[in-house]
T-cell receptor
Framework: KAGVTQTPRYLIKTRGQQVTLSCSPISGHRSVSWYQQTPGQGLQFLFE???????NKGNFPGRFSGRQFSNSRSEMNVSTLELGDSALYLC?????????????FGPGTRLLVL | EDQVTQSPEALRLQEGESSSLNCSYT??????LFWYRQDPGKGPEFLFTLYSAGEEKEKERLKATLTKKESFLHITAPKPEDSATYLC?????????????FGRGTSLIVHP
């Protein structure tokens, strides 16, 4: 069974630009969560999508947004990039039928903002 | 507010030297506690899920245990390939919110 895939794996952007990251969950999984990981803050929850609806949201500004498609694939968008947005962005999928299911992570997208 | 504290922050072991990593948590009703392994530049790799105090799970050289206040990840006779950051996360049963809280991790280095 294929794991969670994320594209692109690496990205370099400049301040003020916007970026879109993509995540394909494990086949059959309906929940997709996004995390930001930095050395200073560790893993921080961004949001979770289930059946094309945002089910939970972390404490990030509105510049961070996401969506989920009918095939459970998800995208995350960051507008007006800031230097502090440089991080590893991780996507995790789970069955999603009920809360508490184990999340499986993708390899991440490394974003560098210059 | 849910809190997860992992100790030590970093641990250096000689190959074959067994040890334990600690994950202390405060949560309003535990729904699940998760252990992950993360290699540099990669996504966390799932290891174990524990649901109730007294539960134990094993996988190769790793054994995870759970009490009402903490979890331990025991590493028996570690090898250099066990070097990684080990992350612990908890999920609360109350509030209907599914947002796991992660600890900062323990960085393990095993020397040959």
């Amino acid at each position: 069974k294929a794991g969670v895939t994320q594209t692109p794996r690496y990205l370099i952007k400049t301040r003020g630009q916007q970026v879109t990251l993509s995540c394909s969950p494990i086949s059959g999984h309906r929940s997709v969560s996004w995390y930001q990981q930095t050395p200073g803050q560790g893993l921080q929850f961004l949001f979770e999508y289930f059946s094309e609806t945002q089910r939970n949201k972390g404490n990030f500004p509105g510049r961070f947004s996401g969506r989920q498609f009918s095939n459970s694939r998800s995208e995350m968008n960051v507008s007006t990039l800031e230097l502090g947005d440089s991080a590893l962005y991780l996507c995790a999928s789970s069955g999603g039928a009920s809360s508490g299911e184990t999340q499986y992570f993708g390899p991440g997208t490394r974003l560098l903002v210059l | 507010e849910d809190q997860v504290t992992q100790s030590p922050e970093a641990l250096r072991l000689q190959e074959g030297e067994s040890s334990s990593l600690n994950c202390s948590y405060t949560v309003s009703g535990l729904r699940g506690l998760f252990w992950y392994r993360q290699d540099p530049g990669k996504g966390p790799e799932f290891l174990f899920t524990l649901y109730s105090a007294g539960e134990e799970k094993e996988k190769e050289r790793l054994k995870a245990t759970l009490t009402k206040k903490e979890s331990f990840l025991h590493i028996t006779a570690p090898k250099p390939e066990d070097s990684a950051t080990y992350l612990c996360a908890v999920q609360a049963a109350s509030g209907g919110s599914y947002i796991p809280t992660f600890g900062r991790g323990t960085s393990l280095i095993v020397h040959p």
